[in-house]
């Protein structure tokens, strides 16, 4: 077994008698104000401290290992981005605590008590703070616990005692005398990623850490030189290594962990003594064992399969193997199967009027209210609220009034109202939605028409309505407020819609996709494709230009570096027989050629001849010095050091993808590129000389560059305007704001700046942000499943007269054919149609003159026998030989 001590803490018995160490007092608390961050704001921005404040949280980060903890019957606890939600059930309502780092968080759990809670946050050297509940007021802040980012943390049974892990690159396992502030014990935990570490709750001087191909079990040991951490990692044996997540203390030393494959394994020593699985060696679990509890006397085990099972304690605690395969087989005692399409992560109890409730973390979107106690009063499973799972593709808001609309891969779209704070409406597909956009008033003045692109290249045109006004349900009193209705389904891709516009005059919508394609639509009652155009790269973008512009252009973003400008596409002149791809439609293209490295070069240069003049400088003055004091100089020629060679120029093999951009004035826009590139807005213009025959072998480059200050490795994803703001959605879940004079940016418009850490820092990545129709609102939405409202400008103005109106439903709706829905994810797409209605012209053409050659030969073939026939019948001398015949 391998072991590994930890840093020594003397015993109290042996420190000096003269050193009295300071206690913390247990009336000491925080200064709330002092501890949580606050937006970082560059001095002369001009921009308030208070421009945004946080208004709701509509997501859930449902994908985190453990995000749910119960403090009582009323209230939750679960982390989004860099805030720690408290959600009152009864109220519906939420409450906040900021990180105080602005780096993010990395863990909550309660004290048995449920008197505090900890959050251990990430960030450089992270501070782990205990909360009082349900003041929430900072009670202690343990300090040097990790360097980058908390893991996992847990009390002990009675509570005196913290463990904590920390992630790369120290794993450090630390022991926290926690009212104190002090480190009991540390050592290194593993050298991969662990998951968990928790107290036995039987002995509380030993612990158990998991994670990566790995247990660890811990003892905190009394030697002679003091108190000290031993660790001992668990041997597989024979038993394929695996990762684990889910483990339970059994009372007497023994340890039970789950496996990926759904077996339970029974630890003894370090060693597996036993793996369970089920009748016909069956697996405890159809996938990973999430979590295992032990709870009045029978052990529970949660599974990501969405099921629950309890076992018989007694028989697991005593099993044995009973032959060569080291499989025991066991059955369930009780089973509950949470629901379907259900993956469990993680479950808390409270009591409520002395009965057990269990609250669980779906990672498919869901905290579920659960009764585990398995008899005939037992009540199923609650869906208490429902949300996305995983990241949010995409965020658009009505051009009307305060609704906005979401989708994401896990194949809903939802409706939420970000005055009342509530989802309304959602509507699941067959496929995940990439993209989204509201219909502008233009096309839909009532503001009820959305329209989702999905993987599978699918561009669907929903409606949302107030069933109420339906003249065939006024008077029911049990309906909804929300409906969503399919009102068209077209496949324009072969694969995932990637932006959505539509032009300013409302006539076209643009769809681009992966497949290197943009396909334009005629906006009418049904929408009627106009053609496609093929582009050099996967479509990132796509902008019309806006009313300003004399013409009206649309702005094509590629992710690998292009960019495309064309007019819109007129219906009646596209000949759409026997194809719908345009070939006439004037293009312009850029193909961005990096120019960072010259540009560092160019720094460098300036630098070093900089430093060159200040020493002639300071040797003059030195010269001048001496001459004044009447010393004679005489200068002896000093050695140059060799200078270190310029950095050569670089540029990057894969080209730096495009991430988002926009007009600035006809036939010129800004870009923010990804990789190499990161670090800069370029501005860009298309070249007359537009007669290259080659796109791929354009070397464009941008006519000016801003730098953007600590974007090197955090670039800009997503720049939306609202009130002379530039709102920068960064890649590391910021939020940063640039006050603007006028629409044109300058180097020196982009030095000051607003920025808030509001998504998670590490998998945040800002995926959209626009602001509501009036500028009162702003939504940010993310890859860690988190969406977030923001109002404005005005903390003190809680918008009590504002409501959010669903629109009217259109007149003879409730009489209306559901529109046919395309399900197949390999159905064609309208091209393919067109392209097989073609070939299927073509050949019924051929196959038509064959049958009329079929026929005039026919024809032929009687009139000759009919000749032959006659031929026989004439007298013998008169009649035509056969050979001649032929």
């Not at 590490?762 to 702003?778: E, M, P, V």
Request: some cysteine.
């Amino acid at each position: 077994l391998e072991e590994e001590d930890s840093t020594e803490v003397a015993p109290e018995a042996e420190k000096s008698p003269e050193k009295i160490e300071k206690k913390i007092s247990e009336t000491f608390f925080y200064n709330s104000e002092d501890v949580h961050s606050r937006p970082f704001v560059t001095e002369d921005s001009g921009i308030p401290i208070n421009l945004l404040t946080l208004e709701h949280s509509f997501g859930y980060d449902c994908k985190r290992s453990v995000n749910l903890m119960a403090m009582d019957s009323q209230t939750l606890l679960y982390i989004a981005g860099n805030q720690v939600v408290l959600l009152d059930l009864k109220t519906e309502s939420q409450s906040y605590l900021r990180s105080s780092s602005g780096g993010g968080i990395g863990f909550i759990t309660a004290h048995p008590t449920k008197q505090y809670f900890a959050v251990g946050e990430k960030g450089e050297k992270p501070n782990l703070i205990i909360y009082d509940y349900p003041s929430l007021r900072p009670y202690r802040i343990l300090r040097g616990g990790t360097e980058k980012a908390y893991v996992f943390g847990d009390f002990n049974r009675a509570g005196t005692l913290l463990a904590s892990i920390g992630s790369s690159p120290d794993y450090m396992l630390t022991i926290w005398d926690w009212k104190q502030e002090k480190i009991v014990l540390r050592s290194k935990a593993f050298s991969q990623d662990v998951y968990r570490v928790t107290f036995s709750p039987d002995n509380e001087e030993q612990l158990t850490t998991v994670g990566v191909g790995h247990i660890r079990f811990w003892k905190m040991a009394l030697t002679f030189s003091g108190l000290k951490l031993q660790g001992a990692l668990g041997r597989f044996g024979k038993t394929s290594v695996t990762d684990i997540i889910g483990y339970v203390e059994l009372p007497d030393g023994k340890v039970i962990s789950g496996a990926e494959w759904g077996n339970l394994l029974l630890w003894e020593g370090g060693l597996i003594k036993v793996e369970l699985c089920r009748a016909g060696h069956k697996p405890c679990h159809s996938g990973p064992i999430t979590q295992l509890v032990l709870d009045e006397g029978e052990l529970t085990t949660v599974g990501q399969d969405g099921f629950i099972r309890v076992w018989n304690f007694e028989a697991i605690d005593a099993a044995d193997s009973v032959d060569d395969t080291g499989l025991l087989e066991v059955e369930p005692m009780n089973e509950l199967q949470v629901g379907k399409n259900v993956s469990l992560n993680f479950m808390s109890k409270v009591h409520d009027n002395g009965q057990p409730i269990w609250y669980a973390q779906d990672a498919n979107g869901a905290i579920w209210k659960l009764d585990l106690t398995f008899s005939n009063m037992t009540r199923d499973p609650e869906c208490l609220y429902t949300f996305h799972s995983g990241r949010i593709e995409a965020v658009s808001v009505s051009p009307v009034t305060y609704l906005m609309a979401t989708t994401a891969l896990d194949r809903s779209v939802r409706i939420y109202d970000f005055i009342s704070n509530r989802q309304l409406s959602e509507i699941q597909f067959k496929q995940g939605g990439t993209a989204l956009m509201w219909a502008p008033r233009v096309v839909n003045p009532k503001g009820g028409l959305i329209a989702v692109g999905f993987e599978d290249g699918v561009v669907r045109i929903i409606e949302i309505y107030d069933p109420k006004g339906l003249s065939a349900l006024r008077g029911r009193t049990n309906i909804g407020n929300t409906e969503i209705n399919l009102k068209q389904a077209f496949k324009p891709h072969t694969s995932a819609v990637t932006a959505l516009a539509y032009e300013q005059n409302g006539d076209v919508l643009a769809t681009g996709s992966k497949d290197k394609t943009v396909f334009f639509f005629a906006v009418e009652e049904k929408y009627e494709p106009i053609g496609f155009i093929h582009v050099p790269g996967p479509v990132q973008a796509l902008q019309w230009s806006p009313p300003s512009h004399v013409e009206s252009m649309l702005l094509i973003l590629c992710e690998n570096g292009f960019v495309l400008q064309v007019p819109a596409p007129v219906p009646e002149e596209q000949d759409t027989a026997s194809t719908y791809q345009i070939k006439n439609l004037p293009t312009q293209y850029f193909h961005f050629y990096s120019i960072k490295s010259r540009i560092k070069l160019e720094e460098e240069i300036a630098l070093r001849e900089k430093k060159k003049q200040e020493k002639e400088k300071a040797r003059l003055e030195w010269i001048k010095q001496q001459q004044e004091m009447g010393k004679d100089i005489e200068e002896e020629p000093e050695e140059e050091p060799e200078e270190e060679p310029l950095p050569p120029l670089y540029i990057p093999e894969e080209p730096s993808p495009i991430l988002c951009g926009f007009y600035s004035a006809p036939g010129k826009f800004w870009l923010s590129l990804g990789g190499y590139d990161s670090g800069f807005l370029y501005h860009c213009a298309f070249s007359s000389n537009q007669h290259q025959e080659d796109p791929e072998q354009r070397q464009d480059e941008p006519f000016e560059v801003i730098p953007i200050e600590d974007t090197d490795n955090n670039p800009i994803h997503r720049i939306s305007f609202c009130r002379l703001l530039m709102f920068c959605g960064m890649q590391n879940g910021a939020l940063r704001v640039y006050a603007l004079q006028d629409k044109d940016l300058s180097a020196n418009t982009l030095k000051e700046y607003w920025s808030f850490n509001v998504h998670d820092n590490d998998y945040g990545q800002i995926r959209g942000i626009c602001s509501s129709y009036d500028d009162r609102f702003l939504i940010t939405c993310g890859e860690d499943g988190n969406i977030f409202t923001f109002n404005i400008l005005s903390p003190e103005d809680i918008h009590k007269e504002l409501k959010a109106k669903i629109p009217s439903p259109r007149s003879g709706l409730e009489m209306e054919k559901a529109a046919d829905d395309i399900e197949d994810p390999n159905a064609y797409n309208i091209e393919e149609v067109k392209q097989k209605e073609e070939y299927e012209r073509i050949m019924k053409e051929a196959e038509d003159k064959k049958s009329k050659k079929r026929e005039e030969l026919t024809a032929l073939r009687e009139e000759f026998l009919f000749l032959l026939q006659k031929n026989q019948e004439l007298p013998k001398h008169m009649q035509l030989h056969r050979d001649v015949c032929l």
